[in-house]
């Protein structure tokens, strides 16, 4: 099976052209992957949520959290029940954010859609079960979210780009590799 026969019916000059933009589609597929730290999306690392600048606020209210000291943010964002629910989740749920960051569709004040809030729920009742049972009757009824009355935690009152323009975040990494940019 010849599977490049048909280069043969172009002319030089567009055999050309086809196959020069094919190997820029394909040079194009681990660059993306650099610059978006593609590999960091598979770990636990919080300094992965600020690949993206909208996420300072969000970085930065949890890291100056009680949270921020025995969390990540996967801890809380995403399932536990299995590897398999939780890689799922990620991707499903960065590829949405991947979506609406790079048309400009996402919200100045970012808002944890339903399926993240159960999801958010579900660790809140993980991680403080036996705190739960041990304190008031109040909590005894899991009927209500725990953030109906914990809305600020651990990402504070007001969280936008806005309320922390100085935030105090590791830089982002440049895009451009370091012999291109002529650093040493």
């Given amino acids: 099976m010849d599977v490049f026969g048909w280069l043969r019916y172009l002319t030089p000059g567009t055999r050309l052209a086809v196959m020069g933009a094919s190997g820029a589609l394909v040079g194009m597929v681990p ?17 992965t949520c600020i690949n993206c600048h909208i996420m300072t606020p969000e970085y930065a209210s949890w890291q100056h959290s009680s949270h921020g000291r025995v969390t990540n943010c996967n801890d809380c964002h995403v399932p536990h029940s299995s590897l398999i629910a939780k890689y799922y989740f990620k991707g499903k749920d960065g590829s949405r954010h991947s979506y609406l960051f790079t048309l400009r569709r996402e919200h ?12 958010i729920q579900e660790n809140c009742l993980r991680c403080h079960e036996r705190v739960l049972e041990a304190v008031s009757p109040a909590h005894a009824d ?27 975040v590791p830089p982002l ?10 650093k040493k």
Avoid: M
Wanted: proline share 9%; aromatic share 6%.
């Fill in 31 to 47: 660059y993306l992957a650099r610059i978006s730290e593609g590999a960091s999306y598979l770990s636990d690392d919080p300094h």
């Fill in 142 to 168: 899991f009927d209500r979210s725990c953030t109906d009355c914990h809305r600020e935690v651990p990402h504070g009152r007001v969280h936008s780009l806005t309320s922390t323009p100085n935030a105090a």
């Fill in 108 to 119: 100045q004040v970012i808002q944890a859609i339903p399926e993240s809030r159960k999801v």
């Fill in 173 to 182: 990494s440049p895009v451009a590799p370091d012999w291109v940019i002529g």
